[in-house]
């Protein structure tokens, strides 16, 4: 299915039945790329997974790739869907739009998962954030050889767009931001998730989950100060891999029910 949106045609789909749960996936991927962990996301629910700008399925267009605007996409595509309010699971380049969703249209979200998520640019590891430097379409015959490219060829509207993609990629990748001051506004319960060998400074990680009230005192014997929010450091995982199997879907579905232990209950609830 498509929408058009503030000149974006984005692809969309609707799978199984229940509570709705969105999905945003990484950057220069598709929807398709939770296909391993798509059984466990529908089993009860409603999944609704979008392509987001120049990914997939969805068109580029001329507008700068910034989650800011694109998560105002995706508020409006729901509201289009019929969904006032829907839990929201965001990996990586999604998880930006996914937290930039949150903090823009909070009523919008019930629960958040953020996956391999960054609140501010610092928070790659320094290598990583040099090559992301580099992302342009200079790299484009090298990409193409890659299987990232062919699976973009497979459904792209337009491939021949893939340099431009690169350059706009790149461009998102070379700015400045911080949105740790927006973070503590946050009100519906969030669970960050990250690899132990992730590609985002652990320092980064537990300063992310600190911003949020957490581990930063003893919950208590009989939990009575247990923080709200949920931080989840996965053994033996990088940061390319959370949904290669159904491994954080596993994780992340207990908190997104309202199952875990001392997950809170949010206002609309």
Not at 27 to 45: E, H, N
Not at 85 to 96: E, I
Not at 164 to 176: I, P, T, V
Not at 186 to 205: E, I, N, T
Request: hydrophobic residues 40%; glycine residues 10%.
């Amino acid at each position: 299915m498509r929408s058009t949106i503030n000149g974006v045609d984005y692809f969309y789909e609707v799978q199984g039945e229940g509570e709705p749960l969105l999905l945003l996936h990484g950057g220069l991927l598709s929807s398709d790329s939770f296909g391993p962990a798509m059984p466990t996301f529908t089993k009860g629910r409603k999944v609704i997974t979008v392509d987001l700008q120049g990914h997939g399925r969805s068109t580029l267009g001329d507008r700068l790739l910034r989650c800011e605007p694109m998560a105002d996409d995706i508020h409006a595509l729901l509201r289009q869907l019929g969904h006032e309010q829907v839990d929201v699971l965001g990996y990586s380049f999604g998880g930006g739009v996914a937290l930039r969703l949150a903090v823009q249209h909070p009523r919008a979200v019930r629960r958040l998962v953020l996956v391999c998520t960054v609140f501010a640019d610092d928070g790659w590891h320094a290598e990583i954030r040099a090559q992301q430097k580099q992302i342009g379409q200079a790299i484009a015959p090298m990409m193409e050889r890659t299987p990232l490219y062919a699976t973009y060829k497979a459904v792209a509207p337009k491939p021949q767009d893939f340099p431009r993609l690169l350059d706009a990629m790149g461009d998102f990748m070379r700015q400045r931001y911080d949105w740790s001051g927006e973070m503590a506004a946050l009100k519906m319960p969030v669970m960050l998730v990250f690899g132990d060998a992730d590609s985002v400074r652990l320092g980064h990680q537990t300063k992310f989950y600190e911003l949020l009230g957490g581990g930063i005192r003893d919950a208590g014997w009989n939990r009575e100060t247990m923080p709200e929010n949920r931080l989840a450091v996965v053994p033996d995982m990088t940061h390319y891999e959370p949904f290669a199997s159904a491994r954080v879907a596993e994780l992340v579905m207990p908190f997104l029910d309202g199952r875990m232990g001392g997950a809170p209950k949010s206002a609309g609830d």
